[in-house]
């Protein structure tokens, strides 16, 4: 393998790797679904070597049920996909095919290198270009952690181990392979992923895979927003985000996610309120329920906004313009770093201006607001208001009772007008008009 002679050549180690058995690893291969084991079984039959690999491996060591399950083959895209009826090839930089096999997806990638040559890096020394197929052995050593590179083989229940990956599971840590800070500047998500992998899954980061990263954590200014937001997205919604927003302040990383986030936390009302909203996000991913990334995001930047919609009111702006102003302020700096998408932007944008609307509980208002097409979002988010103690408790209670009380009593609720008079001498407008705020 001219890779390996390569690295003989230049004095770099070339890994013999470790097979460890059933017996010691204790992974039976039923433990695979169906589609993962028929993959690897057609591969195999087709002359080719075929392992289960990653983060499927590693959960599955560690007692969870995987997300979804990787193969890794030496055989090309273009040799994998005759090979099944429902399959396609995927990625344009990195080819990868997908095989469907009843409701499940598999995705089978050839073993890569990171090839010490051909691959070209920015001036940190951040990967641009590194697509070149490649033996397991350098395949193994690309991959980030130890932990996911381990390669399980469902023919002879083998796990092929080339850095150590089963020790550092049984010993509960991630360990980067290779280099950290060289591994980090090639890819400075990696040092997410150290924080999203290790809440996740409860392991904690080496020392010598912890250390660098402070230092390199202006690195994630280098990455392009949409990777950042994918996985700010996956780091939030992985069912540890309350875990991973501590881990990512212990490491140093905080700052360099969401700008302006180490300010929001260091005020008592802020870090309760992005604790209060996160601890609640944890609950019901973990419970299986459907979370709203835009009600997250509009949670974390709420303090942001406030904040800047304050200092716009004290220039003497009309409230409604200056929230308006304040919401394209922080809108604008975030975006800037991660690509929130404009679906996002646009529900955020809806639960802020939402919140002015809660404070008007007199005339016709409470009853537009509660037909408001989002007003369960806005409404939940004022409950986290509530809580962390932004505004009155009695106010949540007023809007819940509201929601659920008949005709009667609603009325009865209502607070008496001390709204500006000028707003009732207008002349009625088409019913969209009525969904603008005023809260001057
Ligand atoms: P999960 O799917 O639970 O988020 P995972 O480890 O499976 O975790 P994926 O993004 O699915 O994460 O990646 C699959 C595998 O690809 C990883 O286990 C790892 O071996 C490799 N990998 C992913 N991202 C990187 C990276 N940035 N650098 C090096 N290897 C990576
Ligand atoms: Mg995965």
């Known amino acids: 393998m001219i890779q390996r002679l390569i690295r003989r050549v230049l004095g770099l180690a070339v890994e013999t790797p470790q097979r460890v ?72 930089r990195f080819r990868l095919v997908h095989v469907m096999l009843g409701g499940e997806t598999v995705e089978v990638s050839t073993f890569r290198a990171a090839d010490l040559e051909t691959t070209q890096k920015d001036e940190h020394g951040r990967v641009l ?23 399980y083989d469902p023919a002879t229940e083998e796990v092929i181990d080339y850095h150590g990956g089963l020790a550092d599971l049984k010993k509960r840590v991630m360990r980067v392979i290779g280099d950290p800070e060289e591994r980090y500047r090639e890819d400075p998500v990696r040092m997410l992923r150290a924080v999203r992998l290790g809440a996740k899954l409860g392991l904690t980061l080496d020392a010598t895979t912890r250390a660098p990263i402070r230092r390199l954590a202006p690195l994630l200014e280098r990455v392009p927003p949409a990777r950042l937001f994918d996985e700010m997205l996956k780091l939030l919604l992985s069912g540890h985000a309350s875990a991973c927003l501590r881990q990512l302040r212990e ?27 996160l601890g609640q996000t944890d609950a019901r991913v973990l419970a299986d329920r459907p979370v709203s990334p835009a009600f997250l995001f509009a949670a974390l930047l709420w303090h942001e906004v406030l904040a800047a919609w304050k200092s716009h009111r004290a220039q003497g702006e009309p409230s409604a313009l200056a929230l308006e102003a304040a919401m394209d302020e922080v809108l604008d700096t975030q975006c800037e770093k991660l690509a929130i998408t404009r679906k996002l932007t646009a529900t955020m944008r809806e639960v802020w201006a939402m919140q002015p609307r809660f404070e008007m509980r007199s005339g016709q208002r409470p009853w537009r607001l509660i037909e408001a097409e989002r007003f369960r979002m806005g409404y939940d988010f004022l409950a986290l208001r509530a809580a962390s103690g932004e505004v009155s408790a009695d106010l949540e209670v007023w809007w819940r009772t509201f929601q659920s009380a008949d005709d009667e009593t609603r009325k009865e609720m209502l607070l008496p007008d001390t709204g500006p008079k000028k707003r009732r001498r207008r002349r009625k407008k088409s019913p969209g008009a009525s969904a603008s705020p005023s809260t001057d």
């Open 129 to 151: 270009r590194d697509n070149v197929f490649g033996s397991q052995e350098d395949d193994a050593r690309r991959r980030d952690f130890s932990v996911n590179a381990l390669y």
């Open 251 to 277: 490491v140093g990383l905080h700052k360099g996610v969401l700008p302006m986030l180490d300010v929001i936390l260091d005020q008592p009302l802020g870090e309760r309120f992005v604790t209060l909203a």
């Open 21 to 92: 058995r059933r017996a010691k690893h204790g992974l039976a291969r039923d433990a695979l679904t169906p589609g993962a084991l028929k993959v690897c079984e057609v591969l195999r039959d087709a002359g080719y070597s075929a392992y289960v690999v990653g983060g499927a491996v590693r959960d599955l060591l560690l007692g969870f049920v995987p997300k979804d399950f990787d193969v890794a083959t030496d055989a090309r895209p273009e040799e994998v996909k005759p090979l099944f009826r429902r399959a396609m090839v995927i990625g344009r």
